[in-house]
């Protein structure tokens, strides 16, 4: 009887480590990262021509191993109508994934996402206007934006606004393709031109700068995660990761292998208060 009972007690003890083994070598849930299927260079889903790629993927590869999970990519095309609002909705508030990549971090957008229950990371990126000369010149420096007489921009920008309150010779152009063939073609001196932009093929080789922009705000922001706001222990471990990348230089060389040009984040904004 005795050997009867201590035999019952190995096997239970048996099936007790076995099924705690069991639940310790359970893999850590995917990371599920929403992603704009179409905006180069950030993120590019799968084509007939190439594979998806972009600086919003590789991030995301960084930032699940930093978090020790695997990576799930979740494609969204941001509708016409309705815009990212109501793509936020579907996707994101629906649960289809857990962070959304590639939010300005402005104050008007803040105040929309904590309306809606969600709350965005700290800046991993800065995004602006440059300055951006022609074949063969050098970084525009303070005195050439001085005495350029064709500086070329995007119509109803912030940019555009700002040659206006400067005075400044601006020839309106409609995307910034078209700012790029007017430098090769030398119909333009300058351009003030958005930074991704530079990231093309046809912008590079061409020297940029950051001079004589003042305090303009602006003329940049920060790029940020979007999370819902009950996602209280993804929200926690987020900012650590996200500094873990910037100290080890996954960003800084995230940016430059996507061709973005350095810009300074903008002064933080206080961040409003989720509606719970």
């Known amino acids: 009887m005795r050997l009867a009972l201590r035999a019952g007690r190995v096997a239970a003890a048996v099936a007790l480590a076995a099924a705690l083994g069991g639940?310790?070598?359970?893999?850590?849930p995917a990371l599920r990262a929403c992603l704009d299927a179409d905006d180069p260079p950030f993120s590019q889903a799968?084509?007939?021509?190439?594979?998806?790629?972009g600086l919003h993927l590789d991030l995301a590869r960084a930032l699940a191993a930093r978090l020790g999970r695997p990576l799930q990519p979740v494609w969204?095309?941001?509708?016409?109508?309705?815009?990212?609002?109501k793509a936020l909705r579907t996707q994101l508030l629906a649960g289809r994934c857990e962070l959304w990549f590639g939010l300005p971090l402005e104050p008007a957008l803040r105040a929309e996402?904590?309306?809606?229950?969600?709350?965005?990371?700290?800046?991993?990126l800065g995004l602006g206007y440059h300055w951006l000369a022609g074949p063969g010149q050098p970084a525009p420096t303070a005195e050439q934006v001085a005495r350029a007489r064709r500086i070329g921009v995007v119509s109803a920008t912030p940019a555009d606004l700002h040659?206006?309150?400067?005075?400044?010779?601006?020839?309106?152009?409609?995307?910034a393709d078209a700012l790029l063939a007017g430098l090769h073609a030398g119909t333009l001196d300058l351009a003030l031109i958005w930074s991704p932009a530079l990231s093309r093929p046809a912008a590079r080789g061409l020297a940029s700068s950051r001079v004589d922009l003042g305090d303009d705000a602006s003329l940049r922001v920060g790029l940020g995660l979007a999370l819902r706001a009950q996602d209280r222990a993804l929200a926690e471990a987020l900012a650590p990761a996200l500094d873990a990348l910037r100290a080890d230089g996954t960003l800084e060389a995230l940016?430059?292998?996507?061709?973005?040009?350095?810009?300074p984040l903008p002064p933080s904004v206080p961040e409003p208060t989720p509606d719970r």
């Open 23 to 28: 639940a310790a070598a359970e893999p850590a």
């Open 46 to 53: 799968d084509t007939p021509a190439a594979a998806a790629h």
């Open 76 to 85: 969204v095309e941001v509708p016409n109508r309705g815009g990212l609002s």
């Open 113 to 124: 996402l904590a309306g809606l229950g969600l709350q965005l990371s700290p800046a991993y």
């Open 163 to 175: 040659l206006h309150r400067r005075q400044l010779p601006r020839l309106p152009h409609g995307d």
């Open 255 to 263: 940016r430059r292998a996507h061709r973005l040009p350095d810009t």
